[in-house]
């Protein structure tokens, strides 16, 4: 199994609302994620690339290989802070 996914993460909870809701009304992912993810992937648009299951912290690698394709998912906490995911395909 594998998937693509991107990503933001930010250090607390409510900026990563804050830009769920940004998310929510159309503004873009990679827009958002280059200029506010603090992950080395936020250059990228937030783009993890296409990976499978082990390969992420466990929190995130279950929300890209158990939740819905297509939406946003979180604020999800990890040891890192809070991430927006959005899955775009698995199989």
């Known amino acids: 199994m594998k998937a693509m996914a991107k990503h933001i993460l930010v250090k607390t909870p409510e900026e990563a609302d804050s830009l769920k809701k940004r998310l929510e009304k159309g503004e873009a992912f990679d827009v958002l994620a280059k200029k506010f993810s603090i992950c080395p992937s936020g250059k990228r648009g937030g783009d993890l690339g296409e990976v499978k299951?082990?390969?992420?912290?466990?929190?995130?690698?279950?929300?890209i290989f158990k939740k819905s394709v297509g939406d946003i998912h979180g604020p999800v906490k990890s040891k890192f802070g809070y991430h927006l995911v959005k899955v775009y395909y698995r199989d």
């Open 53 to 63: 299951p082990g390969q992420m912290v466990r929190v995130i690698d279950q929300v």
